[in-house]
């Protein structure tokens, strides 16, 4: 899709061009027609020049070749033909698509979903790849930290050394009257100590980075959603459904558009409309089957039940899972003290069965889950001064993992989002605000010169 209007575009660039041609024949006449440059007190540039008719002869513009004004005057008019603001011109096909086309009334206030809807698309996938560049650099440093007879333990430590000592030789040499050279040098020295010295302390920090990948892996809140694992995974799915709804708003989405090559001009719209549609709908049935298949294998949805009755099941557990992620976060501040020291985080003397009990009475587990079922999670009588994992457990289990299932929503989620963009370009083609555009038309008519208009150099006449 496009929203660039070629005809109009090209019409504004020959008379632009036109203009400038005749601007630069009088700027080139002006320049040869003088015999000395400006003066200027002062300075060296005020001595007269004197300049020979062979020179002024060459300085002359011809009718074949366009002068240095002319040459100068047509750069920047291509310029602002563009899309350099300024003008009101049509931004350059590269640049983010805006509505400028006229479509009719009542498709305006789609036209402004749209934008806004691409606004938050952009954010929120500065948001995610940020977080999962977080999961995976925490995730990686921690296992190679930890990892202390392996190759790739070893090398993970050449890299941080080298990583490490490079950046602080490199702010140490700043201001500090150094050439450029002298800092790269000083640079590079550190690099190669820290990768030098990296078999030296392979032994350094493994039980401690250790016990910090156990509590974030195994007694952690992020051990309700699979571990750093299934975080990194449902977040590069995020990454790429985020992706494909961007793609569809620019209209450069992968898709098949052999019907619409063959079909006729005049049909090319409706032809156009009609594989969004379809796209739309294959999207929107991927999204009722992920949900369908989740509810039922995740959230205990019957199978016959309603998509109603389903949804209604996944709004409950999903609200039994984040109370347990609550009750599991309180018990992470009071973990971040013993990991950080060094500590396990389920040392004995971090929490024993009297604890753990005061912890569920005073958790609500009895209002969320029953008297009765709170009562089976409790420790008893010969276990009160016997050490208790801290970690939260609910009726059915363990609570590890509980939290995956919500993260698989993404992908219905993420179906539901592309078929609905798809939905809404399909209106606003019908009104008015997009055009139907076939990979590679757009660019060859933008790149294509006006047969009125004087052939700059370099281009073809």
Not at 12 to 17: A, L, P
Not at 184 to 200: C, D, I, P, Q, R
Not at 243 to 253: E, M, N, R, V, Y
Request: with cysteine.
């Amino acid at each position: 899709m496009t929203r660039h209007d070629t005809a109009a575009k090209r019409k504004r660039r020959s008379d632009k061009t036109k203009e400038a041609s005749t601007m630069g024949d009088g700027q080139g006449a002006e320049d040869a027609g003088s015999d000395e440059a400006p003066s200027a007190s002062g300075s060296a540039a005020s001595t007269p020049i004197a300049v020979s008719p062979r020179r002024l002869e060459k300085a002359k513009p011809s009718t074949g070749q366009p002068s240095t004004g002319q040459k100068a005057a047509r750069q920047i008019v291509a310029a602002m033909d563009d899309g350099v603001a300024g003008d009101g011109d049509e931004p350059d096909a590269d640049e983010p698509e805006t509505h400028h086309l006229a479509g009719a009334d009542w498709a305006r206030p789609l036209a402004k979903l749209d934008e806004m809807w691409t606004w938050f698309e952009t954010r929120m996938m500065f948001v995610t790849l940020i977080a999962l560049i977080c999961v995976l650099c925490v995730w990686i440093g921690l296992r190679g930290m930890q990892d202390r007879n392996s190759i790739a333990g070893t090398y993970f430590r050449v890299l941080f050394g080298m990583g490490a000592l490079g950046s602080v030789a490199r702010f140490a040499t700043n201001n500090r009257g150094l050439s450029e050279k002298q800092r790269t040098f000083a640079t590079l020295g550190a690099m190669a100590v820290g990768a030098f010295f990296a078999k030296s302390w392979t032994h350094v920090g493994n039980d401690y980075f250790q016990g910090v990948l156990d509590w974030l892996q195994q007694g952690s809140s992020i051990a309700l959603f699979g571990g750093l694992r299934g975080i990194s995974t449902r977040l590069t799915m995020l990454v790429a459904l985020i992706g494909g709804s961007l793609a569809c708003a620019s209209g450069t989405h992968i898709n098949v558009d052999v019907i619409v090559r063959f079909a006729p001009k005049p049909m090319r719209k409706l032809a156009h409309v009609i594989a969004m549609v379809g796209a739309s709908l294959v999207c929107l049935s991927a999204s009722y089957g992920f949900f369908d298949f989740i509810a039922i294998s995740g959230f205990h949805a019957a199978p016959e039940a309603s998509l109603a009755t389903k949804v209604a099941a996944v709004g409950e557990e999903l609200g039994g899972d984040f109370f347990v992620l609550r009750k599991q976060l309180s018990l992470d501040v009071g973990a971040v003290s013993y990991v950080v020291s060094g500590k396990r985080w389920n040392s004995d003397e971090r929490m024993n069965g009297r604890q753990w009990n005061e912890f569920v009475d005073t958790g609500g587990f009895a209002e969320r889950y029953g008297a009765e079922k709170t009562a089976g999670i409790k420790a008893t009588a010969a276990e009160l001064e016997l050490p208790r994992r801290p970690f939260v457990i609910v009726p059915d289990g363990s609570a590890a993992g509980s939290l995956l299932e919500g993260l698989n929503l993404v992908f219905p989620m993420g179906f539901l989002m592309l078929g609905l963009r798809l939905l809404l370009r399909v209106a606003l083609v019908f009104g008015g605000f997009l055009e139907p555009h076939l990979e590679g038309e757009g660019s060859g008519d933008d790149e294509e010169g006006d047969p009125d208009a004087t052939p700059v150099d370099g281009e073809a006449a």
